[in-house]
């Protein structure tokens, strides 16, 4: 039989497919995805060879190297590069929670991913954050963005309301209900300004006088 003028599967139709068997079932299986395909499982290891791994991978550079923000605006402070980076981080995952294990389980070696880290540690340095500290604050913001993500996909209602009137966390509870707009994005805000004060904080502590 002669071999086929164009490829039956490409790198990202496999990546789609991925997603999709993600966002359906919360789980990420080869086997299943090659059925899934109608093809072997070999033919997924064709276009990754890394199996897995390198899928996984795939997945991270699918969900962020066209949200993430290449370089910083003119005059753009430190600050505001990380309201950006943060909120474009977090909308590429919103919608996929079940990648985000995936995303923790391996380090990231995707270019155009790293590339973005890359641009985020240049503008803390150039911020004036100093080596021993610019990683803890990838580090935090990273684990806060992935953890909003997770938090976005999460039941309406996450703690049950006892109904006690001298409960603080059912009073609470009932007025935030009343609030506009979306809890978990309300607190998405209100988490990484909080955080940005903790980071200046940081880096002001390790240099005294600047």
Do not use: C
């Amino acid at each position: 039989m002669a071999r086929p003028s164009t490829p039956l599967l490409s790198r990202e139709q496999i990546l789609r497919a991925a997603l999709d068997q993600l966002d359906r079932t919360g789980e990420l299986g080869l086997p299943k995805l090659a059925r899934q395909l109608d093809v072997g499982t070999s033919s997924l290891y064709h276009h990754f060879k890394g199996g897995r791994e390198e899928l996984v991978e795939g997945l991270r550079g699918l969900l962020t190297e066209e949200a993430m923000p290449e370089e910083p605006l003119p005059g753009e402070s430190w600050q505001d590069f990380v309201r950006r980076w943060a909120g474009r981080y977090r909308s590429a995952f919103v919608a996929h929670p079940a990648a985000v294990p995936l995303m923790t389980a391996q380090t990231v070696t995707h270019p155009s991913t790293l590339a973005s880290y890359e641009t985020l540690a240049r503008v803390l340095h150039d911020a004036g954050f100093d080596d021993e500290e610019l990683l803890h604050a990838v580090t935090v913001l990273d684990n806060f963005v992935l953890g909003s993500a997770l938090d976005a996909g999460a039941p309406v209602e996450v703690w049950a309301d006892s109904g006690r009137a001298d409960s603080p966390l059912s009073r609470a509870i009932r007025a935030t209900k009343a609030q506009p707009g979306d809890r978990s994005a309300r607190a998405f805000h209100i988490g990484l300004e909080s955080l940005l004060t903790g980071l200046e904080s940081l880096r002001d502590q390790a240099a005294p006088g600047r």
